[in-house]
């Protein structure tokens, strides 16, 4: 069985890399330790695919 992974992607280096579901949160990049990053793969796969908030539409009363 092939494990799902997450992307992420460095928004200062460009630095990309891997890591498996269920391995923690990534708050910094490995590469140059900034916390500007973002996931590559977003809904792809995964424990809790499809269960975001998302939009709700409806009046702001």
Known sequence: ?????REFRCLRCGHEW???????????CPKCGKDKIERTN????????????????GRND
Do not use: C, L, S, Y
Not at 1 to 5: D, K, P, R, S, V
Not at 21 to 26: E, I, L, P, T
């Open 18 to 28: 891997k890591v498996p579901f269920g391995g923690g949160r990534q708050i910094a």
């Open 42 to 57: 977003r809904g792809i796969g995964g424990p809790h695919r499809g269960r975001g908030k998302g939009f709700r539409g």
């Open 1 to 5: 069985m092939q494990e799902i992974m």
